[in-house]
């Protein structure tokens, strides 16, 4: 591994066990097993270390989710594979817990997160598939992220707590992917046990139909 990912690694383990005020140049060189020439070489200030683990982090996000982001362009919605795609989050989110919570508590402090390439894609793409014929009425792209992601970055922290083998963790990731597939298909809520809930969401233009 080239020196510069052992240092965002390392880096990345160092964000997300203590967040961006417990990250130090000479703590990350120790931790990467480099001296502290080594790592000013790459990294001139602590905050373009931090700023470039969470660069790191999102392109490894993107890479599971999505693959080469120098290679696929912007991808039709029509032919987005959900489940498959689902399933490849819920993993990786899954194999890396840590990675994850660091990226999503960066998001969410960003004053721009759509600087984030990896926020960019999956927003991006709910919001393009939002316009289809294929989304029910009245999706909001961004909410409907922040609460997706949300969910798989931190389910895996609820399941490792409970132990368990790489099938069992695997188990979980499914778990978690089919929730939200089930939530984005069907909901959980019956409209007629729920009529001020019903009302409300008609007058915000978010029952397909109009119902």
């Not at 990786?92 to 894609?121: G, H, I, K, T």
């Amino acid at each position: 591994m080239a020196t510069r990912e052992v240092i965002l690694e390392a880096a990345g383990h160092l964000l997300a066990k203590d967040g961006p005020e417990g990250i130090s140049l000479s703590e990350v060189a120790h931790l990467a097993g480099v001296n502290r020439g080594t790592a000013y070489q790459h990294f001139e200030t602590r905050e373009n270390l931090i700023q470039a683990t969470v660069q790191w982090v999102s392109d490894r996000l993107f890479r599971a989710a999505f693959g080469d982001p120098e290679t696929i362009g912007e991808r039709r919605v029509e032919e987005v594979d959900t489940q498959d795609l689902t399933d490849r989050v819920a993993r990786y989110a899954m194999d890396n817990p840590e990675l994850c919570r660091v990226w999503l508590m960066q998001l969410l402090a960003s004053p721009d997160p759509s600087a984030d390439m990896f926020w960019r894609e999956y927003q991006g793409s709910l919001e393009r598939f939002a316009r289809t014929d294929m989304a029910v009425a009245g999706v909001d792209s961004q909410a409907l992220a922040v609460l997706t992601l949300s969910g798989l970055f931190l389910w895996p922290v609820w399941a490792r707590a409970r132990g368990g083998d790489a099938a069992a963790r695997a188990a979980e990731a499914r778990r978690i992917a089919d929730e939200c597939l089930r939530l984005s298909m069907y909901g959980s809520m019956r409209a007629e046990c729920f009529p001020a809930v019903a009302a409300r969401l008609r007058a915000a233009g978010k029952v397909p139909g109009g119902r």
